[in-house]
């Protein structure tokens, strides 16, 4: 049996500690430069290096995305970024381009590479190529069956690591290789500026007539042609792990503090409770798929998995989010009064009932009994975004908490 490894994404220096208190045993991110998310916050030089301390004091490794597909201009500039990555000690690299492999290799020597799903890894030769080249890791196409990881498994040497998306959104093109950002908007999917049109809803136009708008629609649900579902592998773990997949990861450096800790909470208690038995796992399976189905999501399905995803794998009648409960901030700190400092990220107010979200898996209810401002003014609610607060809970929260209030 190889080790599993439960891999979050972080989009700020916030989240990653979220990751981290929540179960991770790795924490990917991305600089201001190369990575496949321009629109995330990502790290400064500072942020990684105070995320990444605290990553590994608490035994986390932290894995840094530079995983554009390079022009002429990126290389010229990437073994810069190589150098100043040198002064905060990342654990890996993610790469999916060839030149900026062989930039990282001249300039990173002693760090890991892992291969990024961008480069298309979807057979075994794939895998032992980048493994002769000095890569660690190959991270799997999403379009890959558990019985192609396993022949690849098989076929690769036993040092070479596999890493295999397990959730978060699909993308509609192939190994996430999409051009319709690029044609519609200018903004390339390949550069980290994606504007998501698989999301959109369209129509059909006749050259002839203009301006008459046809709606088009694969069934009576709607027209929402490319909307997938998202990926949950929850209830398969022991599949995955049979399989023999080193790394679980879950998408998403865009998301919130409180979509990383629910997904790395019910992930890590999944493992964790797999490797106590069998038993254990079928046990608590229900309680993995409740927790998950609060974040935020499209709806579930196993994706590539178990067979090419059918007409059910698809959403058409909307392209939002299924959202059930609402995230009201991170406990920064309990002062000598015993009230939660928080920075407010949804309003609310003096005498709901909310929910506090614990590392080790406990959902507490709380009244809010009392809000105060830093200078110590009383209020009736917290209704401005990102302002400072003190909560009064009564006895319970701790650092690291997450408020949170139940929407349906």
């Known amino acids: 049996m190889r080790e599993t490894e439960l891999l979050m994404p972080a989009g700020s220096l916030d989240v990653l500690k979220t990751a981290v208190v929540y179960g991770a045993d790795a924490v990917y991110i991305g600089g201001e430069a190369f990575g496949l998310r321009a629109k995330a916050h990502n790290f400064s030089l500072e942020d990684m290096r105070q995320g990444i301390g605290f990553a590994h004091s608490r035994g986390v490794k932290v894995y840094v995305t530079a995983n554009i597909l390079a022009h002429n201009q990126d290389l010229e500039e990437v073994e810069g970024y190589f150098e100043e990555l040198k002064t905060v000690g990342p654990d890996a690299l993610i790469i999916s381009d060839p030149g900026v492999f062989m930039a990282a290799k001249r300039v990173l020597p002693g760090v890991d590479i892992h291969i990024s799903t961008q480069a298309n890894n979807t057979n075994y030769g794939t895998y032992k190529f980048w493994h002769g080249l000095g890569a660690r890791r190959v991270v799997s196409a999403r379009e890959l069956s558990l019985e192609e990881l396993k022949g690849i498994r098989r076929r690769i040497p036993t040092d070479m690591e596999i890493e295999t998306f397990v959730h978060g959104a699909m993308c509609i093109s ?110 608590n399976v229900e309680w993995y798929k409740e927790e998950i189905g609060k974040c935020t999501n499209r709806e579930f399905t196993t994706g590539f ?28 700190e309990v002062d000598d009064r015993g009230l939660v400092r928080i920075e407010q990220k949804n ?62």
């Not at 794998?313 to 909307?318: A, E, L, N, T």
């Not at 003096?350 to 959902?363: A, F, H, L, S, Y």
């Open 305 to 332: 998995f178990f067979g090419k995803p059918g007409s059910g794998d698809h959403i058409y009648g909307s392209s939002t989010y299924v959202k059930n409960y609402t995230y009201l901030g991170t406990v920064d």
């Open 347 to 408: 309003k609310f107010s003096v005498g709901e009932t909310i929910e506090v979200m614990k590392p080790d898996g406990r959902n507490l209810p709380a009244v809010v009994r009392e809000i105060r401002s830093e200078d110590g003014t009383a209020q009736e609610s917290a209704p401005h975004a990102r302002q400072v607060v003190y909560v009064d809970l009564g006895e319970g929260p701790g650092e690291f908490d997450i408020l949170r209030r139940r929407e349906v």
């Open 174 to 283: 192939y190994s996430g290789r999409c051009l319709l950002s690029n044609f519609f908007t200018g903004r390339d999917a390949n550069q980290g500026a994606c504007t998501h049109p698989c999301r959109w809803k369209y129509a059909l136009v006749e050259e002839t007539r203009p301006g008459e708008y046809m709606p088009v629609y694969e069934n009576d649900r709607g027209t929402f042609i490319f909307n997938s579902k998202d990926l949950c592998m929850v209830e398969h773990i022991p599949e995955l792990v049979e399989a023999g997949i080193d790394s679980f990861k879950v998408e998403g450096r865009m998301k919130t503090a409180l979509y990383v800790a629910t997904v790395a909470r019910a992930y890590r208690r999944a493992i964790d409770d797999w490797k106590a038995g069998r038993d254990v796992f079928d046990r």
